[in-house]
């Protein structure tokens, strides 16, 4: 597995990884048409935000967001297909960006309820 930064050209894929994994938790299929604009990176959101992607070969199972705001990382979005869940590529994703968050020398990272 690989993490790396994510591309404008990833956004679609991030859409699918994101609705898959909601869709897993059991939400209905009215809650995902309502809300699916929020689970929805747009190309601006991915070139101004810190998004990762976990790789398994070329193929994207996973991916997080956190926005940074002067001393505060906020844990965005953070998402792994249902078939990869449980692997270790959550706590990979949330390490990369508890990297990121120290680097930015963030004093709080929220990860939201």
């Known amino acids: 597995m690989q993490i790396k930064r994510t591309t404008t050209d990833d956004t679609s894929r991030l859409r699918e990884i994101a609705l898959s994994a909601k869709r897993h938790l059991g939400f ?24 990762y ?12 967001a956190i926005l940074t705001h002067e001393c505060r990382c906020t844990l965005d979005q953070f998402w792994v297909i249902p078939e990869h869940q449980r692997k270790g590529i959550g ?14 020398i963030a004093s709080t990272v929220f990860t939201g309820p």
């Open 28 to 51: 209905s299929d009215d809650w995902m048409t309502h809300r699916e604009s929020r689970l929805t990176l747009s190309p601006e959101y991915v070139s101004r935000h810190e998004v």
């Open 53 to 64: 992607a976990a790789c398994i070969g070329p193929e994207i199972v996973g991916f997080s």
């Open 91 to 104: 706590g990979a994703l949330f390490d990369q960006h508890r990297v990121q968050c120290r680097r930015s």
